[in-house]
């Protein structure tokens, strides 16, 4: 530091001090009032300063790089460690009870320094300490506050005035340690990139993000009256969330979550799976009285609609005169087994379908157009809100976009070119293992262990709030946008954020150096660098944001895509244009569900890829997937059985297949990190089937020994990830 004669006093009482290259400034505290005499090199150097106290009227030493403030001068070595806002990940440490390390870590061209502790095993770190408890508001809870060292101030605290930020306080509780983690945050990326500019998306709010829970939840209950009213029907299970992802995959508009921009009005996958559903969702059954059951209803229901809608004289008397053959064989045969009713409910379909679909074509249309014109209409009101709040700050959302060279960095989180307009009050309290966040009586929860993983995430990703003032705010719209767009259903939505068992994630780092995830979100990522669908809210936590914008040049990535045929299809699509344009290192492994009856388009454009190198078939109910739900709910209820067989792919060019060959060994140690998990896979689900591209012309077509799904390709199973096996529903028999 420098000495008194060589301090210049900066704006807002900030002690400022010339640089030893120029005359330009730098900011050392934020509430320094008075020069001080210097500092050894070593503690300026690791960000400390000495400060003068207003209040208390004697010197203080704050870092700039933790935030942290002491009343003695500081001993290299043991208050350099990054210190924890809610006193939650931090581990108390001293010269004998752990080690520190720093690194320097350069992102988008601005270094950062990341402090990282690794506690010695078995160290005597738990001992009891007072309690102290911070009162941020009479009107609220109290938070209690957990410093990282023995004798070491408060870091900062949330919604807490400028002097309780930088004053030393006593010694409080030792911090909350997770005792069960699912990620691992140390693990640095190999993920390449060209250098890219800040995105044109605007801030997330807590104000918007209320009102847009608000209308997606009135989406909802739309898109439920109108199946019951015009069809009779109840929507097809998380058919809703299916649709936001098939409309995002070709949505050109500006919201996050609400499609408002797309060619056609009428989606695929909302109208596929309406239809299935017409004129009775069929379940699956098990004894021979339900299927006589399910045969009876369903001749039943056919017959009801033909007879109310504006049927064409042949499709009436088609049929009209099957549905009379069901009811005579129903009650003339009364030795039949469960195999002979499915097999006359199969005829029975084939015969009255396609007369079935025409006549509710237009009713099913009607629908899906109506759905997708509220949504545009939701949008555009959501987007009017958010530009007036942003204009109520002061701020425009045309903001020049700066230049970036063209240069490959290391890929780094997405930035948002709008700045954040000032957050409002988001009100913290603890019950039991659960954060609950609260703004304006709207409350969103979360297990303690991933509320430390969101604030480790936007330690490492959050280049515009070092202070963790908009925190709690950001927390408050990730949960909340991630809610929306799951639904508020018990286990609605959950399973589109399914995720490989750890020690499945452990092996692909290990043994193909796999760093990244394409599909993840911040509350499942295994990996503190992921893709994910939302870059707005997810981007200070980690996200670079959506896979289908977002374009390696080398790396080895894991994708494991929500059960979505059209998102899906996209994924192949992205995985070819990439391999094919270059020539660095780059490797895809990629987990998709292996339907067969028919094979959906995305698994056979990647079986016969000329980028495929190897190939993995895993039985249904023989392993499992990770909770979509994981960050809320209990932990016996972290895993659930895959009701369907699971293809792992690998595609990569020539580079990345010499760099991370899928040699015998490397799939010997990946298959064993099932039964590692406590998933068994018997020999007889688990094949695998590989090939030279020389090869592939001639194998184009073939399977060595998969296993068939033991769950047809519907829109209950087929596109959903959450099913358990006490609760399977399919649409098809």
């Known amino acids: 530091m420098a000495s008194d004669q060589g301090m210049v006093r900066g ?14 400034v730098q900011p050392l505290s934020p509430t320094a009032t008075k020069p001080v005499q210097e500092l050894p090199d070593e503690l300026i150097q690791a960000g400390w300063s000495k400060c003068w106290s207003k209040r208390e009227n004697r010197p203080y030493y704050f870092n700039r790089f933790t935030n942290q403030s002491l009343w003695e001068m500081p001993v290299l070595g043991q208050h350099d460690v990054i210190s924890d806002p809610l006193g939650l990940n931090a581990a108390p440490a001293s010269s004998e009870t752990g080690q520190v390390t720093t690194e320097a870590v350069v992102d988008n061209g601005q270094h950062k320094r990341r402090l990282s502790e690794e506690a010695i095993p078995d160290a005597p770190n738990s001992f009891k300490r007072p309690k102290v408890d911070v009162q941020v508001n009479p009107t609220t809870p109290t938070i209690p506050i957990s410093p990282s060292t023995t004798g070491t101030p408060l870091s900062k ?49 807590p104000e918007v993000e209320l009102m847009r829970s608000q209308l997606m939840t009135k989406l909802r209950i739309n898109y439920k009256e109108l199946c019951q009213q015009r069809e009779g029907i109840d929507p097809p299970r ?10 995002k995959v070709l949505d050109k508009g500006k919201d996050p979550l609400l499609p408002s921009e797309c060619d056609t009005p009428v989606s695929s996958s909302m109208f596929r799976e309406i239809m299935n559903d017409i004129p009775i969702r069929l379940s699956r059954i ?23 809608r504006n049927a064409s004289p042949d499709s009436r008397k088609v049929v009209k005169w099957n549905v009379e053959d069901t009811f005579s064989w129903l009650r003339k045969d009364h030795s039949a087994t469960k195999e002979d009713y499915m097999d006359r409910l199969e005829h029975l379909r084939k015969q009255c379908g396609p007369h079935v679909t025409a006549v509710a074509k237009n009713s099913v249309e009607g629908i899906c157009s109506k759905i997708y014109h509220l949504s545009c209409d939701y949008a ?26 063209d240069r490959l960095v290391y890929c780094y989180p997405a930035r948002l070119s709008i700045p954040s307009p000032s957050q409002p009050r988001v009100e913290l309290h603890f019950e039991n293992d659960v954060a609950c966040l609260r703004f304006k009586g709207e409350m969103v929860k979360v297990s303690r262990s991933y509320f430390s993983k969101l604030e480790l995430l936007y330690r490492y990703s959050c280049v515009d709030d070092p ?58 990522c295994y990996f503190k660098q992921f893709c994910s669908a939302f870059q707005d809210t997810d981007g200070f936590f980690g996200s670079r944001g959506p896979f289908l914008s977002f374009s390696p040049v ?97 595609l990569q ?22 039964r590692v998990s406590g998933r068994t896979l018997s020999s007889q689900g688990t094949t695998s089937t590989s090939a030279s591209n020389a090869e592939k012309e001639n194998e184009a077509g073939k399977e060595q020994g998969t296993s068939k799904d033991v769950s047809s390709r519907d829109s209950s199973s087929r596109d959903n990830k959450n099913l358990t096996t006490a609760s399977l529903e399919t649409t098809s028999v």
């Not at 998380?238 to 409309?247: A, G, I, P, V, Y």
């Not at 079986?607 to 994981?630: C, D, N």
């Open 380 to 405: 555009r009101r959501i987007r009017e809100r958010h530009l007036a709040l942003l204009k109520e700050c002061n701020i425009t959302e045309n903001i020049e976009t700066p230049e970036v060279q």
């Open 653 to 674: 060019n020539s580079a990345g297949f010499a760099k991370w060959p899928p040699t015998p060994e490397r799939i010997q140690e990946l298959m064993a990190a099932y």
């Open 467 to 524: 202070r963790f003032e908009k925190f709690l705010s950001r927390v408050w719209c990730l949960l909340k946008r991630y809610q929306a767009m799951f639904g508020i259903g018990v286990h609605e939505g959950t399973g589109l954020q399914g995720a490989l068992p750890i020690p499945v994630f452990e092996a692909l780092h290990k043994q193909f150096g796999v760093t990244f995830e394409c599909f993840a979100s911040p509350l499942n």
């Open 157 to 205: 605290t949330w919604n807490a005035t400028t002097e309780d930020k930088q004053l030393p306080t006593s010694p409080a509780p030792a911090p909350y340690r997770p005792t069960v983690i699912y990620w691992d945050l140390d693990i640095q990326t190999n993920a390449v990139i060209k250098e890219r500019p800040p995105v044109d998306v605007l801030p997330p709010h």
């Open 11 to 24: 704006d807002h009482g900030t002690v400022l001090t010339p640089t030893s290259s120029s005359n330009q």
């Open 554 to 650: 080398s790396g080895s990535f894991e994708a494991n895509p929500p059960f979505s045929e059209e998102l899906m299809d996209a994924m192949v699509t992205h995985f070819e244009d990439l391999l094919e344009s270059s020539n660095e290192p780059l490797s895809f492994i990629v987990f998709v569900p292996e339907w067969r009856d028919p094979p959906t388009p995305a698994l056979t454009r990647m079986e016969s890829s000329r980028f495929k190198r190897h190939q993995l078939s895993i039985t249904a109910f023989e392993h499992e997937y990770r909770s979509g739900s994981q960050h809320i709910c209990k932990r016996e209820e972290m895993y659930y059985k895959a009701v369907h067989g699971t293809a792992v792919i690998f």
């Open 238 to 247: 998380d058919s809703f969330n299916r649709w936001l992802l098939e409309r």
């Open 286 to 308: 098990k004894y021979r009285e339900e299927a006589r059951k399910l045969l009876f209803g369903y001749a039943e229901a056919a017959k009801k609609l033909i007879e109310s």
